[in-house]
């Protein structure tokens, strides 16, 4: 499914930015630099091409493009690690107790 269709969904709408950063820190990805302090961007791994594997999120919830960013992060990472778009969604919101 596109991340355009997906962004529509009620898991994605209900997800936070600040959920999918913690998954993704509690998966060993990368946050790297970005010269736009609207995007954060995480890597880990690399492609066919030996291109870093790149996730893109907004910095903030309210920005109109959140829902479409989210959705292409779980829509890549379902992919990634071959599981469906619910699992990954389920895994971003649970919660963790240290």
């Known amino acids: ?6 962004s529509s969904y009620p898991q994605i709408q209900k997800l ?9 820190q509690r998966n060993h ?14 890597e880990k791994g690399v492609d066919d091409q030996g291109k870093p594997i790149q996730i893109v999120l907004p910095s ?3 920005y109109e493009d959140t829902p479409y960013l989210l959705a292409k992060a779980v829509n890549l990472l ?3 690690e071959s599981v469906s778009f619910q699992e990954i969604v389920k895994a971003i919101t649970v919660v963790h107790v240290s």
């Not at 936070?16 to 993704?24: D, F, G, I, R, T």
């Open 1 to 6: 499914m596109t991340p355009e269709v997906l």
């Open 16 to 24: 936070h930015v600040a959920e999918v950063v913690n998954y993704l």
């Open 29 to 42: 990805w990368v946050s790297v630099s970005h010269p736009s302090p609207r995007l954060l961007v995480f």
């Open 60 to 62: 903030k919830d309210d």
């Open 78 to 80: 379902s992919v990634l």
